[in-house]
């Protein structure tokens, strides 16, 4: 693979505003000097849809057509080995770090082994994919493999009672477990107050590291999860760096923890510029009057927009290390000091 080489100060970062939520009557870097990174996940957005409607109906001797408004906004291309080099960047400075504090990395071959993670499935990277929310995709960094569970419509709540992370480090010795997530998203849904009688749809372009964010599927009723096909069709993500170390034998906490947020999404410059997609569709309106006391509307309207953006990939690929370093930086050294 050709390497690549970028000039990081032609690039700038928004504010950075950290928070971190810490329970430590044993600190983090207290206990055996060992560690299983059960997780780093690096998620990117490249499509978003968003959809609004208007039923028809009437009131009083006025009557109103349905009206339909569509925006979407996508990035055309990327550069995947830009991508996945960064994601590799990102996860080896990690590693580093913590062999640095005396750290030995847990394998997932070893982990494995565990009864926790009994009936779940293993991947690998390096590994670029799509996932099953619309318009993310999913980069697995090189030499990295871990273990998951099949995402169903109930399962992060599931998985808060499994206590997941306390089981894993009881059964490996009071090994700390890291979890990584970092989400990258490039589009806004914008508000408008004036609707009034049409269906009105904006989004806004504005790459950033974020805080959290909702992935839904415009096309399946606003992004609720249906009853009938008992599917989730929204999910919550957020970028965060967490430790965990031990299991209490009383309610199972663990006996330190540190979970390091942001406060606000983290903006990444210089990469996509800041504009805006609008779809809007006008509900055809009648009203009876004494001369023509029976009014009619056939069908709705309807009205689609669809815009197509082209980053410099190589600028995108070093905006997602940046941001992604920030957070890993500054909570690495609030858990590990």
Partial sequence: MQLLFFNENAQDLGEF??????????????????????????NFEIY?????????GGFGRTIKNASKAKAAIGLSSLDKEAIQEQADRLYNEFVADLKGKGYTIITAEEEGQTDVYKNWSKTAGPAIFETDM???LSV?????????????????????????????SKELGDALIANVSL????SETGMDWNVGNHAKVKLLVDYRLANSYTVSDAKT?????????KTQQSVNLSSYVN????KLKIGGSPESFYNGYMKSDLEIKEVLPKEKVVAYSKQTQARATSANPIVMIIGSNYSERT?????????????????GKKLLDYHFKEAMN
């Fill in 307 to 323: 815009k197509w953006l082209n980053p410099d990939g190589e600028k995108y690929a070093n905006g997602l290390y940046l941001a």
């Fill in 221 to 229: 009723n606003n992004g609720l999860r249906s009853i009938v096909d």
């Fill in 183 to 186: 989400v990258y998203v490039f």
């Fill in 140 to 168: 697995i960094p090189s030499n990295y493999s871990f273990y998951y569970k099949e995402r169903t419509a109930f399962s992060n709540q599931l998985d808060g009672f499994q206590k997941t992370d306390q089981n894993l």
């Fill in 17 to 42: 505003k950290p928070k971190d939520k810490t329970y430590k009557p044993k600190k983090i870097n207290e206990g055996a000097k060992k560690v299983y990174i059960a997780n780093f996940n690096i």
């Fill in 243 to 246: 430790f965990t170390r031990g």
């Fill in 134 to 136: 619309t318009g993310i």
């Fill in 48 to 56: 978003k849809e968003a959809i609004d409607k208007k039923q028809a």
